[in-house]
């Protein structure tokens, strides 16, 4: 099946996100 | 990617719903109860809210932990999912609460939330002892008898974490955690 993935760096770039 | 305009009005879905609990030992209780659920989060901006709002790792008092586990799985070993595996173990020196320690834990959260590892369906979730002796950060997976999964994990921790290659880590099963008597663990894999 199919799953959600994020790589370190996306994840990392959402952390001051309003 | 920064041409990319970013829709703040939607939160990105993560593939689990996780927990984070919070151990602190209290003698007038038992132990379960002093394991206690801070949140839950599903999307990437919800963990976040909760993260940026808590206390680093390596500024809780000796004795506690953080353990985050998907959802419904309580972080202990005789949880249904845990009983039949295991962790892999990163111990860590005195002097690496400070340089490491914090660092270790955040690089092994977005490993489980970000599904970094092939079989993550495997992962149940990820604990951080502060101990005065020494910090640990456990791995927990499901089933100790599944080598290959086991492995992969545990190889992909090594390099995320950046462990140097002389550095050796041990997978320890549960049930030998249990049942150990004295203070040496007995690693059924290593990487």
């Known amino acids: ?18 | 990617n920064e041409n990319i305009s970013m829709d703040y009005s939607i939160k990105h879905p993560l593939q689990n719903c996780w927990t984070l609990w919070y151990y602190e030992n209290d003698r007038n209780q038992s132990w379960e109860k002093n394991q206690r659920e801070i949140a839950s989060f599903e999307t990437i901006e919800d963990f976040w809210s909760l993260y940026n709002h808590i206390k680093p790792a390596s500024d809780l008092k000796q004795g506690t932990d953080y353990s985050l586990f998907k959802k419904g799985i309580r972080p202990m070993w005789e949880d249904d999912a845990n009983k039949r595996g295991g962790r892999w173990l990163i111990s860590l020196e005195k002097k690496q609460r400070n340089n490491d320690l914090d660092r270790y834990w955040l690089d092994i959260i977005l490993c489980l939330i970000g599904e970094a590892f092939d079989n993550s369906e495997d992962i149940c979730g990820a604990v951080v002892n502060i101990r005065y002796k020494g910090d640990k950060i456990g791995v927990w997976t499901a089933d100790a008898t599944k080598g290959a999964a086991v492995m992969e994990i545990g190889k992909k921790l090594k390099d995320r974490l950046h462990i140097p290659p002389r550095v050796t880590i041990g997978y320890e099963i549960h049930k030998d955690t249990m049942d150990k008597t004295g203070s040496s663990s007995r690693y059924s894999y290593n990487v």
């Not at chain 1, 099946?1 to 309003?18: A, Q």
């Open chain 1, 1 to 18: 099946g199919t799953k959600i993935v994020y790589e370190r760096n996306f994840l990392l770039n959402l952390r001051n996100s309003p």
